[in-house]
């Protein structure tokens, strides 16, 4: 069974469930989600905190310049612009994922445009 890695964008205050709902839509069905991973400044936010938690899996945290490190297929000038880093989802999917990683699900947004998930694969 693949291990995947969810990377979590989230604007302040998103609710667990919109992380949840996103998260579980990510995931592809053939592994299981081991780790969920965002910039260190969303890492205190009570909505990704509880989605962790729910999940049953380890909330890690990376700063902008480890973030800014992994290229990432969509780069967002307004992102970099407010948080230091061009892409947060992809970027924490992959670092958290660690060497050898593959992204196989790219940055979605959720219904309600508060939170962004994106999800990399596990080296065997």
Avoid: N, W
């Amino acid at each position: 069974m693949r291990e995947y890695v969810a990377g979590v964008g989230a604007r302040p205050g998103v609710p667990a469930d919109e992380v949840l709902a996103l998260v579980s839509r990510a995931i592809p069905p053939d592994g299981r989600l081991v780790v969920l991973a965002t910039l260190d400044s969303r890492a205190a936010e009570p909505g990704l905190i509880t989605a962790a938690r729910s999940l049953r899996v380890p909330l890690l945290a990376y700063s902008a310049a480890e973030l800014s490190s992994v290229p990432v297929p969509s780069p967002s000038a307004r992102v970099h612009a407010a948080t230091g880093t061009a892409g947060v989802a992809e970027a924490a999917a992959v670092r958290g994922a660690g060497v050898g990683a593959v992204l196989v699900v790219p940055k979605t947004v959720g219904d309600g445009r508060r939170v962004t998930c994106a999800v990399a694969a596990r080296r065997p």
